[in-house]
C-alpha cells in the first residue's frame, strides 16, 4: 500500500496567503520525507472556512439546498459529505436518507 494525502489548506480568516502557503508546502515536504507518494490539495484560499452545515430532517435538508443553490447561483457538484463514520449503521442511515429522501427533492436544481 502506498500512502496519500488529501487537505484542504483552510486557514483563519485575515491570514498571510503568502505565510499559509508556505505552510501548506512544508507539510508536503514532510510528508514526501515520510514517503507519501501523492497529495491532492483543495483550493479554498478565497472562502472563509467554509463551514457551511446542512443539516435536518429531509425535507429540512432539501430547502436548505435549494436555499443555498439560490443563494451562491447554482453549484455544479454538491460534494461536501461530513459525517462521524461510526457507528456505521448511522452512516449508512444518513446516506440512504441523502439518496432516497432528500436529493429526489432537488434533483430539478440546474448547474
Not at 43 to 49: D, I, K, L, P
Amino acid at each position: 500500500m502506498e500512502l496519500g494525502y488529501f487537505t484542504m489548506p483552510l486557514h483563519p480568516p485575515g491570514s498571510n496567503i503568502t505565510k499559509t502557503m508556505d505552510d501548506d508546502l512544508e507539510q508536503l515536504v514532510f510528508l514526501d520525507n515520510l514517503n507519501h507518494k501523492e497529495a491532492w490539495i483543495g483550493e479554498h484560499f478565497t472562502s472563509q472556512w467554509e463551514n457551511i452545515w446542512i443539516v435536518g430532517d429531509p425535507d429540512e435538508v432539501a430547502t436548505k439546498i435549494r436555499d443555498l443553490h439560490q443563494e451562491v447561483g447554482g453549484f455544479g457538484v454538491l460534494l461536501a459529505m461530513g459525517h462521524e463514520w461510526s457507528p456505521l449503521d448511522k452512516w449508512q442511515k444518513s446516506m440512504e436518507l441523502l439518496a432516497t429522501e432528500v436529493l429526489p427533492k432537488a434533483a430539478d436544481l440546474k448547474y
